[in-house]
């Protein structure tokens, strides 16, 4: 099973980028996948997450400004992200897993991981 995430790469403040993440050697059409971030020195952080009914779930500074998607087997999630700032420089990771609600946020709830893409923002 891999993912494999994309779409990273360089941007001025206010800018949009579009990350994809793509599934191979099963489909995930009953999981969850979602985004986690990680900048230098600062621990993981949860961006988004979908659930295999297609409810999205947001951090607060994604709100309003990320759009987390899915195509209907699973196998390909977007996250297509508007307005960004030089914070949202980070290296974004793609996970699937199945938790439980309220771990939905949390990264030990997933059990498969993408190699992360490179997010930077300059101002």
């Known amino acids: 099973v891999q993912l494999q995430a994309s779409g990273g790469g360089l941007v001025q403040a206010g800018g949009s980028l579009s990350l994809s993440c793509a599934v191979s050697?099963?489909?995930?059409?009953?999981?969850?996948m979602a985004w986690f971030r990680q900048a230098p020195v600062k621990e993981r952080e949860f961006v988004a997450a979908?659930?295999?009914?297609?409810?999205?779930y947001y951090g607060d500074f994604a709100e309003g400004r990320f759009t987390i998607s899915k195509d209907n087997a699973g196998s390909t999630i977007r996250l297509q992200m508007m307005s960004l700032k030089p914070d949202d420089t980070a290296v974004y990771y793609c996970?699937?897993?199945?938790?439980?609600?309220?771990?939905?946020?949390?990264?030990?709830?997933?059990?498969?991981w993408g190699q992360g893409t490179q997010v930077t923002v300059s101002s």
């Open positions: 996970a699937a897993g199945r938790p439980i609600l309220s771990q939905i946020r949390s990264g030990p709830g997933y059990d498969y």
């Open positions: 050697g099963r489909t995930f059409s009953n999981y969850a």
């Open positions: 979908i659930r295999y009914s297609g409810h999205r």
